[in-house]
């Protein structure tokens, strides 16, 4: 076998052993809500699950101003949607963005979001050790009547991807 196989083929390991050792984070079916001309925020709802003990702690995209880990819950029978410091992720157990739930919140988005579009999101993790990573992913954009479970309009949800990669998702 020559120099140069011998190289890639170890590089090639080193890479896979690299990417499995930063995959523990499992993004299933991302989306986002479609929005109305000038309609200025919108979410995105996904279903996560870690390997180990994490926290989703942060959130970026550059189709919005700002872009916040949401709850939306009822107070004094009254729905109240605020910002969260982040969303424990226990280990091994999945954990629903959802309408009406945990949602990553745009705000102030830059231009109309619409139906069949992809929007890049980057999310931050942060685990027990307050060591951080990102993953980066890309979310279909869903139309506004989309069902909370995602599903509408005969659109085929996006498969369990693993290793830490969601739909169009890579983690650093």
């Known amino acids: ?15 896979m052993f690299a990417a499995a050792s930063h995959a523990q984070i499992v993004v299933d ?10 309609q200025t925020g919108t979410g995105a ?24 880990v949401h709850e ?12 969260v410091p982040g969303l424990d992720l226990p280990a091994g157990k999945t954990v629903e963005l ?3 739930g945990y949602h990553i919140m745009f705000i102030n988005l830059h231009q109309q979001v619409k139906a069949g579009e992809q929007v890049p999101l980057t999310l931050t993790f942060e685990g027990p050790d307050g060591q951080r990573s990102n993953m980066k992913l890309m979310a279909p954009v869903k139309p506004l009547s989309t069902p909370a479970g995602g599903h509408g309009h005969g659109q085929p949800a996006h498969g369990h991807a693993p290793h830490g990669h969601g739909h169009g998702a890579t983690q650093h």
């Not at 076998?1 to 890479?15: D, H, Q, R, V, Y």
């Open 45 to 68: 709802f996904m279903k996560l699950t870690s390997e180990k003990d994490t926290r989703l702690v942060a959130a970026d995209s550059p189709v919005a101003e700002h872009v916040e």
């Open 72 to 83: 939306m819950a009822m107070e004094n029978n009254v729905m109240k949607m605020r910002q």
């Open 29 to 38: 079916d991302p989306w986002v809500r479609a929005t109305v001309p000038s």
């Open 98 to 100: 959802k309408p009406g």
């Open 1 to 15: 076998m020559s120099t140069f196989f011998k190289s890639a083929g170890l590089g090639l390991c080193a890479l």
